[in-house]
């Protein structure tokens, strides 16, 4: 399995980035695909998740109202919208797949394939 990222880059506070995720290596049916984000000194923080053969969503209520995961699947990638940005959104963000648990899915502990990290940083 093998996710890369990208996307991320360096935005003033208020504005947007779009993330990818560009999966491949396997069939994702039955998977989720879930963003992280990690910030200097902090441990890996749960952003928002989908499901690759449903329609179920998950989003951090940190970032409810902000972010948007969407997926295309003719292309294998997820994606996450990200609007409003401010300096506390500045982390490494990753990308990783899993089976939905509804008890775990937000930790990373879930997820078994991580793709690399793309820097976002946010300058107030």
Request: some cysteine.
């Amino acid at each position: 399995v093998q996710l890369q990222a990208s996307g991320g880059g360096l935005v003033q506070a208020g504005g947007s980035l779009r993330l990818s995720c560009a999966a491949s290596g396997r069939a994702f049916s039955g998977y989720i695909i879930a963003w992280f984000r990690q910030a200097p000194g902090k441990e890996r923080e749960f952003v928002a998740a989908i499901s690759w053969g449903g329609t179920s969503q998950y989003h951090a209520d940190s970032v409810k109202g902000r972010f948007t995961i969407s997926k295309d699947v003719a292309k294998n990638t997820v994606y996450l919208q990200m609007n409003s940005l401010n300096a506390e959104d500045t982390a490494v963000y990753y990308c990783a797949t899993g089976v939905f648990y509804a008890r775990t899915y937000k930790s990373p502990d879930n997820y078994g394939d991580w793709g690399q990290g793309t820097l976002v940083t946010v300058s107030s």
